[in-house]
């Protein structure tokens, strides 16, 4: 049976999820069969497995790391969340419900059992099992109920090593603070930490490392400087997105939505040295220099079109499309670009009808049943293969669909608009196909990269794992799984 480690952190986007994915990685290269495993995520960037479910896009790079494919035993329960009170509950890969935060405390406690089964499961098969945990095991008022961080690790019995994040400040009020605030059981169970995105000079915290070992009595494993590649790698939050913008020559815009969901479209983009990516936050319009546009996917299509037109983006689209922009909408964004999103039985919110954007000639229905598979289809403008992934409700047609985007399994897939500017598409991921991308980019008089983005990405994982071999005591650690 395999050992396992948790990855905890002192909060939300301290690294846990680069960690263990460079763990993974290094532990790979000591020839051990590692699998990534998270109990519970909340995320709407999700990834389709290779069991036909999906988990979080952070799992999913995990598995790359690791060299094996994504599973949704990996994640065996992501929440999906649609609005400011309310989720969709996915468990072992399928939808289980949709509830409100109040609702799904209540129902944690029956999930543990699903949690269990994926961990043995993964257990089963490797070597090694990386653990990453959710949030803060400081939230001890989420604690009775927990399946993410403490609750999990006293069931299965794993250790703890806790991520602390020192690039936003206090992070040694936040790990003695939690040794502090959680029960002695729990805070038993931890056996290390690790400091995160450092800048400068490490031994100017000495010190303050020291005090914290003094303070909870847990080993150190060391300093981790700030991972200048991390922006190379899929970013699990769209901020991560506009965060990473750099100089390009031409301008490609997307639309920062309220419910933004499986953005990963845009990651081989961000890449590309003659692309100015431009996240297009709440309050801002749209560039009037892009080339493109991108609507991207939605976990609620009619409260993002309401959303979008708060901003004046219906406004800004339309504008950019007289002047001769471009327009690409993907999976939501898609259904977005019609004349309407019919919704009857209330499957995304309050049952009833939207009205579309009218830059394509199609409709939409909202259905109970979920598409959720991979796929390969051929794109019809340039003939390139395009390796993708289905993930939505609903179905589109319309005339604008007799000028398909792409043709899968012989039929027709999405739409393109009578003057070619404006596509839509369900075909999800599609920019990580290097010969599609390219020649999607040469369209729009963009000149694209020859490098493989795969490659791209398995280069900044290597790095990654040599800059947490160099910098951390690995050997400690993964001799400190069981």
């Known amino acids: 049976m395999a050992r396992a480690l948790m990855i905890q952190g002192t909060g939300s986007d301290v690294g846990k999820s680069l960690v263990v994915a460079g763990l993974a990685r290094a532990a790979r290269r000591r020839r051990l069969r590692v699998l990534p495993f998270k109990p519970q995520n909340m995320s709407n960037n ?64 029956s999930l543990m059992g699903a949690v269990i089964e994926s961990f043995e499961r993964l257990k089963a098969r490797s070597d090694l099992v990386l653990v990453e945990g959710a949030g803060s095991p400081a939230e001890v008022n989420l604690r009775r109920a927990d399946i993410a961080n403490m609750g999990f690790a006293r069931k299965a019995d794993v250790p703890v090593v806790l991520i602390g994040d020192i690039d936003r400040g206090g992070v040694i009020a936040q790990l003695v603070g939690i040794k502090t605030v959680i029960d002695p059981d729990d805070a038993a169970m931890i056996h290390g930490f690790v400091i995160n995105k450092f800048r400068g000079d490490p031994a100017l915290f000495d010190d303050g490392y020291r005090l914290i070992q003094d ?64 996240m297009v936050r709440p309050g801002e319009a749209i560039p009037g220099d892009a080339r493109l546009v991108i609507i991207p996917g939605s976990k609620s299509t009619r409260g993002d079109l309401t959303f979008l037109r708060t901003q004046g983006w219906d406004i800004d689209l339309l504008a950019h499309h007289r002047r001769g ?158």
């Open 215 to 278: 303070k909870t009595s847990w080993r150190g494993f060391g300093v981790l400087p700030w991972f200048t590649r991390a922006g190379e790698l899929p970013a699990e939050d769209a901020l991560g997105l506009g965060e990473a913008r750099k100089p390009g020559r031409c301008k490609i815009a997307f639309l920062a939505l309220s419910r933004i969901a499986n953005f990963d479209d845009l990651d081989p983009l961000k890449l590309e040295p003659n692309v100015d990516l431009v």
């Open 325 to 482: 922009g471009h327009v690409l909408g993907v999976c939501g964004g898609y259904q977005m670009l019609g004349r309407s999103v019919d919704d009857p039985k209330g499957i995304e919110g309050p049952a009833g009808e939207t009205a579309g954007l009218g830059l394509l000639d199609v409709t939409t229905v909202m259905s109970p049943k979920k598409t959720l598979t991979r796929v390969t289809a051929r794109h019809g403008g340039t003939s390139e293969a395009i390796d993708a992934y289905e993930i939505h409700i609903g179905h589109t047609d319309g005339p604008d669909r007799a000028r398909p985007f792409a043709m899968l399994d012989g039929a027709p897939e999405g739409a393109i608009s009578s003057d070619g500017r404006v596509h839509g598409s369900y075909l999800h991921g599609l920019f990580t196909s290097d010969g599609f991308r390219r020649a999607f980019l040469a369209q729009l008089d963009i000149p694209a990269t020859d490098q493989p983005y795969g490659a791209r990405v398995e280069s900044a994982l290597d790095a990654l794992a040599d800059h947490i071999e160099t910098h951390l005591d690995v050997e400690g650690l993964l001799a400190l799984a069981r």
């Open 46 to 109: 999700a990834a389709v497995t290779v069991d036909g479910g999906e988990i979080g896009r952070a799992q999913a790079l995990q598995a790359v790391a690791a060299g094996v494919e994504p599973h949704t035993d990996m994640n065996p329960v992501l929440l999906k969340p649609e609005t400011d009170v309310g989720a969709q509950v996915i468990v072992q890969g399928k939808r289980l419900a949709t509830a409100r935060a109040r609702d799904y405390a209540a129902m944690k406690p």
